[in-house]
Nanobody, 120 residues
Framework: QVQLVESGGGLVQAGGSLRLSCAAS????????MGWYRQAPGKQRELVAA???????NYADSVKGRFTISRDNARNTVYLQMNSLKPEDTAVYYC??????????????WGQGTQVTVSS
């Protein structure tokens, strides 16, 4: 099994910054894609940003120019640097990773979620 542990959420004023981290552990062979999703109260979970193993990235339009996703393949860790935060960024942020584990079995794992609250 592959486990994801997130850290870095919290309360910040509008215009501030936060950095989320997510470390994957377990019988990992390779992680193809790592990403961040978020879910606000009463809304569906949505993709925030994703990055593949060679560093290609994809962002939601609402965060382009403000958020930056990066990863450290040696540490199986993904980061989300969030700048110029807005109250509408308030949500629970979830880390996701997909790849292959021991036995060359596929996995698609989620973290437990970390709360990000942006006050106006």
């Amino acid at each position: 099994q592959v486990q994801l542990v997130e850290s870095g959420g919290g309360l910040v004023q509008a215009g501030g910054s936060l950095r989320l981290s997510c470390a994957a552990s377990g019988s990992i062979v390779i992680i193809n894609t790592m990403g961040w999703y978020r879910q606000a109260p009463g809304k569906q979970r949505e993709l925030v940003a994703a990055i593949n193993q060679v560093g290609n990235t994809n962002y939601a339009d609402s965060v382009k120019g403000r958020f930056t996703i990066s990863r450290d393949n040696a540490r199986n860790t993904v980061y989300l640097q969030m700048n110029s935060l807005k109250p509408e960024d308030t949500a629970v942020y979830y880390c996701n990773a997909a790849g292959l584990r021991s036995g060359l079995l596929g996995f698609n794992s989620w973290g437990q979620g970390t709360q990000v609250t942006v006050s106006s």
